[in-house]
Every structure is written in C-alpha cells, then in structure tokens.
C-alpha cells in the first residue's frame, strides 16, 4: 500500500507512524479534529492533513481507490463519524493504529513495554540508551521525549523497534515482540476488560505473541501468569530483588545514584537524569531490555547506560520540574502524568523523599468518570499522603458524564489536615494566595496547560518551560 490514511491524524501515536511511513516513501494524508502544533509540523513534513469532517474535502483525490489505500484510526473516533464511515462502507482495508504498529514489529526486533503504568519511561529510556550507543531504532513512544522534542525517533539502519505497547483496548495484542517487557498489572481500563481478572488474561496473551528465541523481561511479584513458548526465556527485574536489580542506592539532595546487578556482573555507579525513586525501577527495566538485545560487550554496555541513564530528561509531562528555587526554603513546583492511585501514591512518596520535612501541596485533577468511580477510595488514599489537597473537576476526555461521579467522591475520603475543592480555572489564584512549600501538581488532564501562567503567578516573572532546562 503506497497510500495511508489516518483518521485521527494529529494524536502523538498516529503522527509517529506517519513520520515513519512518510519516510519509507508512502503518501499520507489525514483527518483531525483541530489544528496544533503537531498538525501543523506533520503538513510541514508532507503529511496533508484537512480539518474538514465532510469526506469529499477531507480525502484527496488519490486516496479515494480502495486498491491504492489502507486505512487507519484510533479508537476515540466513532464509528458512524462521517469520514471513518466513508471508507468502512467503501470496500476499503481500514485497521487500528495498533494493528499498524504490528507490521512495524513484524519487520524489526521489537523491545515493546507494556504495564499500568511505567511504559512511557522506560521505553523512552531504552530508545534513549541505544540512541547514545549510536545503534539507534526505530522509536514509537507515548510521551515527547524531552531529549529530542519529539515521540518518535528514526532509524534507516537499526534492526531494533521500540514500542510502548498500550493494553487499553488490548491494542498490545496486535504486536510481536522480540522482548517484551511488563513493568505493572494493577488494574485499569475496567470500562473494556469488566474485571481483574479479565485484565491480566490480557497480559498473559500478549506473552503468547513474543517470538521464538524470544524474551519476556517482568517485573517481580505480578499477578498474572505469563504463558511464552517453550523457547522463550524469562528474566525478572525489581529495584531489590530478580536477575536485573539495583544495590548501594543513594538518595539524597535531589539526586539519585545506584549499581545495576545483571545477570553477568556489575554496572557501578548510574545516576539517575530525572531523581525519583520509581525511576530506579524504571531503569533497570529499561537497561535490562537492552542488555537482552546483546548488541554491546558488557564494557561498552556499562559504558553507555551511565552516560544514557545519566542524561536522560525524561518524557514531556513525567516528574517536571517548573520551579527550583536556590536555598533549603526554595518553593518547588514540579508536575507528573500521574493518573491511577498507585502512580500518584509513587509520584508522592517520591517527592517526600527527594525533600524531607518540607510542607508538600498536591493539586490533582481526576481523569475519566469511570476511573475516578472505579478507583475513588484508592485515590483518596494515595492524596493523604500530602500535607495539604487540592482537588479540582474532574477531566471526561473521551467520556460522556456518569451520574454521581464528581471529584467530590474523592475528596469525602481524603484525610489530609487540609483540603479543598475548587474549579480548574480557579487553581492559579488558589495557589497565588497560598503559601506553599513544595507543589505537586497531577493528572493526565488539561491542568498542566496552566503551569506557565502558575508560575508567573508566583514568582512574578515569565515562565520558562522545564523542556529547555
């Protein structure tokens, strides 16, 4: 197929397929909702992209042919949506963004990193590690990495794929791993899977699809059971414990540092680029994907993970830092993804470790009207951790409202000393008036949009955004 269509066009998973395609010389051309940044780069680089729902101004001429033409979307576009409609009803190939990502995995040694949570991270690192060993690859990742500015990197001579593999929707079951790894399988997305136990049979099948000779890298004490084939061999990792494994951790002044046990020896001394302490777990599961690979002698191997892990920013959106003041009273703002109770209670603990004894205000935003319904008690739980909570209205993204399901659900429970309730809108004055320490604030919502103008508001002068730090 020379000619590919993305219905969905300007999602941060779909624009690195289309880089990567464009690249292999195919045409591409898309549809998408609204303009941004990201659109507007993708038509810069030849992608034609029409903001048009009407199917006859939104495909060009030459993607009309179901012959020349495959088809591809996301599944937060409706089935009945007018373009989507145009192909499914015209005889045309039309297949997920995951089942596109498949045939990417199908002609490469694919690393792909599933989980609850942790997949962005370390995928990003792995892609990041074997970028700084110059064998390079082909990177699909979920968050812009803030190394690059981008979530996809490209490589014309790398045998090796990198791909965050997403269970929601059970996407990851399109795919092919050569290693796959599973950081986490605390349950989520029960508005697809309906049950636990339901979610982890999805983990155990995506283990069926890793190939001969293959490897399956998880982490200690899951739940699920895996199920690879007779030539398949499995590794397990975790910050204390597994074949992959750190030792001598030190903490402290904001930086991290520890030796990385392999199976074959010792790698004394990796610092950590983005101090908190779930980055340890995260970087042994990265490290250890790549040390699977073999594609380096243990000396270059230790040689590279210190210089990768060491300068490694992180994904746009994971434990940013927007404001360090100097001295030991400095306030500190610092923003994370974290969007499932044991993410946040992680981000949390983290933040607590990283400053002991300070004051710690956490501002999150609920994403999603069935999370929040489904995991209510456990988010209360995790956000009296902090000192003090701000909890504003909850954010539907794809959802329409569920009766009886507000932030408010959450914020009964909190127990902390303080707590308060306010609209998003309301959240820089809140905490213009306020006198905090340390601010965390969380959520896989729009809030994060309101960080520049935040910290203007208490410093007095124009943000920088922590991406160019």
């Not at 000619?3 to 779909?14: D, E, H, K, R, S």
């Not at 050569?178 to 136990?197: F, K």
Request: proline residues 5%; hydrophobic residues 40%.
């Amino acid at each position: 197929m020379k000619n590919l269509y993305f219905v969905g066009a300007g999602g941060i998973g779909m624009a690195a397929l289309e880089r990567y395609f464009l690249n292999l010389g195919c045409n591409i051309a898309g549809y998408d909702r609204t303009p941004s940044e990201l659109t507007d780069s993708l038509i810069r680089e030849g992608v034609a992209i029409s903001f048009s729902s009407d199917p006859m101004e939104a495909i060009p001429e030459g993607f009309r042919d179901p012959e020349t033409t495959r088809v591809v979307y996301t599944p937060a576009v409706a089935a009945d949506f007018p373009v989507l409609r145009y192909f499914t009803s015209g005889g045309f190939e039309v297949i997920k963004r995951a089942a596109l990502l498949g045939h990417v995995t199908r002609s490469s040694k694919a690393l792909c990193f599933a989980g609850t949570h942790g997949k962005t991270t370390t995928s990003s690192m792995a892609a990041h590690l074997l970028q700084v060993s110059g064998i390079g690859s082909n990177a699909f990742l979920g968050g812009v990495l803030r190394n690059y500015n981008t979530n996809f990197l490209l490589s014309d001579s790398s045998p090796y794929s990198v791909i965050e593999a997403d269970e929601y929707d059970r996407s990851f079951h399109h795919l092919r791993p050569y290693i796959a790894v599973v950081t986490a399988t605390d349950p989520d997305h029960l508005d697809i899977y309906g049950s636990e136990e339901e979610y982890l049979e999805s983990f155990s099948r995506f283990t069926e699809l890793i190939v001969p000779d293959g490897y399956l890298l998880m982490h200690e004490g899951l739940k699920f059971r895996p199920r690879v084939a007779p030539s398949v061999a499995v590794y397990t990792y975790a910050v204390d414990r597994g074949d992959f494994r750190a030792a001598n951790i030190r903490m402290g002044d904001g930086a991290i540092r520890f030796d990385f046990i392999t199976p074959a020896g010792v790698v004394r001394d990796i610092d950590l680029g983005v101090p908190v302490e779930v980055n340890i777990d995260n970087a042994i599961a990265a490290m250890g994907a790549v040390w699977l690979t073999g594609c380096m002698d243990q000396q270059r191997f230790a040689e590279v993970a210190r210089e990768a892990m060491a300068s490694f920013m992180g994904p746009q959106r994971r434990f940013e830092v927007w404001l360090k003041e100097d001295g030991p009273q400095g306030r500190v703002i610092i923003d994370d993804y974290a969007h499932h109770p044991a993410e946040l209670a992680a981000s949390i603990s983290g933040v607590r470790k990283l400053y002991p004894g300070r004051r710690l205000t956490v501002a999150f935003q609920p994403h999603l009207y069935t999370r929040t319904r489904d995991f209510a008690p456990e988010f209360a739980e995790s956000l009296s951790m902090a000192d003090e909570v701000i909890l504003t209205d909850l954010y539907p993204a794809r959802e329409e409202p569920i009766e009886g399901v507000t932030s408010k659900i959450i914020y009964d429970r909190v127990t902390s000393p303080e707590k308060m309730l306010i609209a998003k809108d309301d959240l820089v004055d809140t905490i213009k008036n306020r006198n905090f320490d340390i601010l965390l604030t969380a959520g896989a919502g729009d809030m994060c949009n309101l960080l520049p103008q935040l910290v203007e508001a208490v410093t007095g002068r124009a943000a920088h955004s922590p991406h160019s730090h």
